[in-house]
């Protein structure tokens, strides 16, 4: 692990929690993003993360990821191609959130197993007859990381991110989700995977110096292998547009629109982080 002399001490001490986090530089823009309408906007799509780190960061499960993102997700058959996602409780666990993420809310895939497993978000639709573009790599990571949980609890969130998949349904409210928690860009997909996080505005304003030690925690859990790098608070790494969708920039690295921040209802971002304060 190599660490850039300018970082700061707070920084330091939060990467030292997990395997895998490297900090490359700050960029020299840090534009804070907007606090108030239309960035707390009520047309985010929802859905619900628990799935578990210790499951997710598995080697084994990560070369399965890559492999699958590598050609058309059904077989011939219209079946959902092997993979050995399908023979473990937390590998089953796991592709559920990669249907979820991949596919929309009208769509089933099936295993030649029998397993069955149901679509949600739509960021990858066309992967069922054709390999992963770079683009849908991206989109497929955010979503991926922002539903992990090292923090034991399943929990509704809402996501941010500018992908028409990332609008809401018809009847589906976001508006009590006003606490911003954490954005996650990357590209698990690669032959050195890359996957990023960091800390959001209404997280740091209730825990402090704290924030990426939580955001950390959730993403990693207490996988021994968590490939996820932090890189502090998102006010160093994204900006926003008018409607909150974050763009962020890898110190000394490249920049991905295929950003998704999550944001957190106050009962729930109480539960989740019971030592932060969230007036």
Not at 126 to 145: D, F, G, H, K, V
Not at 171 to 193: C, K, V
Not at 252 to 278: D, Q
Request: glycine share 10%; proline share 6%; with cysteine.
């Amino acid at each position: 692990m190599s660490l850039s002399r300018n970082v700061p001490a707070k920084l330091f001490s939060v990467c030292m929690l997990a395997s895998g986090c490297l900090m490359q530089g700050e960029p020299a823009d840090t534009q804070l993003p907007p606090l108030s309408r239309p960035y707390l906007r009520a047309d985010w799509p929802l859905s619900t993360n628990g799935m578990n780190p210790v499951d997710f960061w598995v080697p084994a499960n990560q070369a399965a990821l890559r492999s699958l993102g590598a050609a058309a997700l059904l077989d011939n058959g219209k079946n959902l191609v092997a993979t050995s996602l399908l023979n473990t409780d937390g590998g089953r666990s796991i592709l559920g959130y990669i249907i979820r993420c991949a596919l929309d809310d009208n769509t089933t895939v099936k295993s030649a197993g029998g397993a069955t497993f149901g679509g949600d978000i739509g960021l990858a639709s066309a992967w069922t007859s054709r390999a992963l573009t770079t683009s849908e790599q991206r989109w497929m990571t955010a979503c991926l990381l922002d539903h992990l949980n090292g923090l034991g609890q399943n929990v509704s969130i809402a996501l941010v991110g500018n992908n028409p998949a990332l609008i809401a349904d018809p009847g589906e409210d976001a508006q009590g989700y006003t606490i911003s928690e954490m954005t996650a860009f990357g590209n698990l997909f690669l032959g050195s995977p890359k996957a990023y996080i960091c800390a959001d505005l209404g997280i740091n304003l209730a825990c402090g110096g704290a924030a990426s030690t939580h955001t950390l925690k959730r993403i990693c859990g207490l996988s021994p292998t968590c490939g996820a790098t932090h890189l502090g608070l998102c006010a160093l790494a994204c900006s926003h547009d008018a409607a909150g969708n974050p763009t962020c920039t890898v110190p000394l690295g490249p920049t991905y629109a295929e950003a998704i921040s999550t944001r957190l209802e106050e009962t729930v971002a109480v539960s989740l982080y019971p030592l932060c304060s969230f007036l």
